[in-house]
T-cell receptor, first 112, second 108 residues
């Protein structure tokens, strides 16, 4: 365990479903991130939260909706996804956005 | 876009040192050099970071060129568990942007 826990580890969902990915960190960090890693592509930064406020949204489609209720929890709400959204979704946390990002093990999402 | 250039892949024999190069010719004066690695089926993990001086920790050493336009991650004795994708990243106060990294294979 890295200190960042992501659930579920695997998720298969239909294109009309609504699901949520959960991330939890017990490191006392104040910044949290969502990254997407598609097959054979680099990690793509999706969202950034600092002190629970969203500070970055990298042109992510609205079918992905993040939520950060407190500095320890981060959610990614999913609805009407497309098959090309199938990927590994990684959550990370850091203190003040500096070095030492800690990543979770990711959620492997398959959209059918 | 990633601001660093790394070889796509490298190979090493077990128990031998590995030198993973990274070019970052456009690095700014306040950008740190970060190294992360991603083992199969896991998220990336922090390896080491530095600004100007060489750095050592229990995982690796980081050698930074005097002009800061390149750096080298050194694994002193590669083991099979070091097989991973290694990412070199320049970042100041902005979130980390990952490139394709170098896939390191370790041969027993």
């Amino acid at each position: 365990e890295t200190g960042v826990t992501q659930t579920p580890r695997h998720l298969v969902m239909g294109m009309t479903n609504k699901k949520s990915l959960k991330c939890e960190q017990h490191l006392g960090h104040n910044a949290m991130y969502w990254y997407k890693q598609s097959a054979k592509k680099p990690l793509e930064l999706m969202f950034v939260y600092n002190f629970k406020e969203q500070t970055e949204n990298n042109s992510v489609p609205s079918r992905f909706s993040p939520e950060c209720p407190n500095s320890s929890h981060l959610f990614l709400h999913l609805h009407t996804l497309q098959p090309e959204d199938s990927a590994l979704y990684l959550c990370a946390s850091s203190q003040d956005g500096h070095y030492g990002y800690t990543f979770g093990s990711g959620t492997r999402l398959t959209v059918v | 876009d990633a601001k660093t250039t790394q070889p796509n892949s490298m190979e090493s024999n077990e128990e031998e040192p590995v030198h993973l190069p990274c070019n970052h010719s456009t690095i700014s004066g306040t950008d740190y050099i970060h190294w992360y690695r991603q083992l199969p089926s896991q998220g990336p993990e922090y390896v080491i970071h530095g600004l100007t001086s060489n750095v050592n920790n229990r995982m690796a050493s980081l050698a930074i060129a005097e002009d800061r336009k390149s750096s080298t991650l050194i694994l002193h004795r590669a083991t099979l568990r070091d097989a991973a994708v290694y990412y070199c990243i320049n970042s100041g106060n902005t979130p980390l942007v990952f490139g394709k990294g170098t896939r390191l294979s370790v041969i027993a």
